[in-house]
């Protein structure tokens, strides 16, 4: 694996590798990363690696979505053994660079998806979207992607970058992968690790919400009123947790709806303890 540190040698290597492909799986497949990698980005790597031609990945802890007094400096740090983990999965490139080279001293531009890129996540954590968004469009002009793959469990950062996409016409296809949940049902997250044993067991509550979520809509219920109320219930019942928002949306406006239909997106933010963990589904019918 071809580890790359500059835009301009990441931008060469890239061309070659676009050049050299051919048929129907051709084009390179992207995943960005800030490391502490799981097997949540590990199949993207694996969706990536069936459907392109060559897959490049990037770790990069961004300092520009995290706001201050967020977890910037304590963010895990495990590049040796990501870049093991990503070798063993076949990816040709790895795109780390610094933060300087991201961001030459006197760089004043960024990208922001105003509207979409102010709820949810972006609410709770103004700046955040801004900060994924200028990174994100930092990253596409270094590689070059023809599909970049993203988790499910960033539903927000998902409809933010697809917005973005289309307004700017990058040339690139977005493909969204499915969370990837440990044995216990918790969503995998680089930041789990922060969680001590209790705080593992209380977070499961906010699985635990949108499976109840889930029932009542199996059984009819389609009012975004009732669901979040039926959801709310559970997550009352988990001392230690703090609820940010449970929010029945659209998935590409993520503007509240008032009745659920086929792909709603259900999202759940809480902080358990210090750490602020994500989870959602999209309604299936």
């Keep these: ?11 060469s290597v890239c061309r070659v590798l676009r050049a ?11 995943v ?13 790597v694996r969706r990536a690696r ?15 979505q995290f706001a201050p007094g967020e977890d910037l400096a304590t963010y895990p740090r495990t590049f040796a053994e990501d870049c093991a983990r990503l070798e063993a999965e076949g990816v040709e490139v790895l795109f780390a660079p610094e933060v300087r080279e991201m961001y030459p001293e006197g760089a004043a531009t960024t990208v922001t998806v105003a509207g979409v890129g102010d709820r949810l996540d972006g609410a709770s954590r103004p700046g955040h979207f801004t ?29 933010v970058l697809r917005r973005m996409v289309r307004d700017l016409n990058f040339e690139v296809e ?12 918790l969503a995998l997250s680089s930041r789990n690790q922060y969680l001590n044993a209790a705080e593992r067991g209380q977070a499961l ?41 449970l929010a029945v949306v659209d998935a590409d406006s993520l503007l509240p709806v008032d009745v659920v239909s086929t792909g709603t997106l259900v999202a759940v933010a809480a902080y358990v303890g210090k750490t602020r963990l994500i989870d959602n589904f999209l309604v299936a019918g």
Excluded: W
């Design 131 to 159: 900060g994924v968004a200028t990174v994100v469009a930092k990253l596409f002009h270094a590689v070059g992607p023809c599909r970049a793959y993203f988790g499910q469990k960033d539903a927000a950062q998902i409809a």
């Design 50 to 64: 069936v459907e392109c031609g060559a897959v490049v990945a990037s770790i990069f802890v961004n300092p520009l």
């Design 205 to 245: 509550v906010l699985r635990r919400a949108l499976l109840e979520m889930e029932r009542q809509i199996a059984g009819g219920v389609r009012e975004s009123a009732s669901l979040i109320e039926a959801g709310m219930a559970v997550l009352r019942g988990e001392a230690g947790v703090r609820v940010d928002y």
């Design 1 to 11: 694996m071809q580890i790359v540190k500059s835009v301009g040698e990441m931008q």
């Design 174 to 185: 977005l493909v969204a992968c499915a969370i990837v949940r440990d044995a216990d049902g």
């Design 20 to 30: 050299s492909g051919a048929g129907l799986h051709s084009g390179i497949g992207f």
């Design 32 to 44: 960005a990363t800030m490391g502490a990698l799981h097997e949540g980005h590990l199949s993207l």
